[in-house]
């Protein structure tokens, strides 16, 4: 969108560190949750992935074992924040709705059901 192509350019340009698709996913997305960005643009291997969950969801061993298990329970990680990943017919053809709902119980349903975020 206009405002993402925006903010890309103005951060570069502003010489602002830019963390790498799977660290800054780890935090928030927008459509891809955190193993798919590691699918597109890496890091591949599970143990690079899974120092970087334990660095920067700052819990260690617990974090890195939060993220298996939601990879394995659920599919998918949820990150930190979600915008409009998981809408009713969105990642996985809105499967991924009622496992992050059981995930997280501050998911708003009205928002996400008209396509929005939250």
């Known amino acids: 969108t206009s405002e993402d192509v925006y903010f890309s350019v103005s951060l570069a340009l502003m010489g602002a560190p830019i963390p790498p698709p799977f660290v800054a996913s780890l935090f928030s997305i927008d459509q891809l949750v955190p193993d798919v960005v590691a699918a597109y643009a890496g890091p591949q291997s599970e143990l690079e992935q899974s ?9 260690g061993s617990e974090s890195v074992e939060l993220y298996r298990r939601m990879v394995e329970e659920d599919g998918h990680p949820l990150p930190i924040f979600v915008h409009k990943a998981a809408t009713k017919r969105g990642l996985d053809g809105g499967e991924y709705w009622p496992k992050m709902k059981r995930r997280c119980k501050y998911i708003d349903d009205t928002k996400f ?6």
Do not use: C, P, Q, T
């Open 113 to 118: 059901a008209r396509g929005g975020g939250g």
């Open 51 to 59: 120092e970087l969950v334990s660095k920067y969801w700052n819990n």
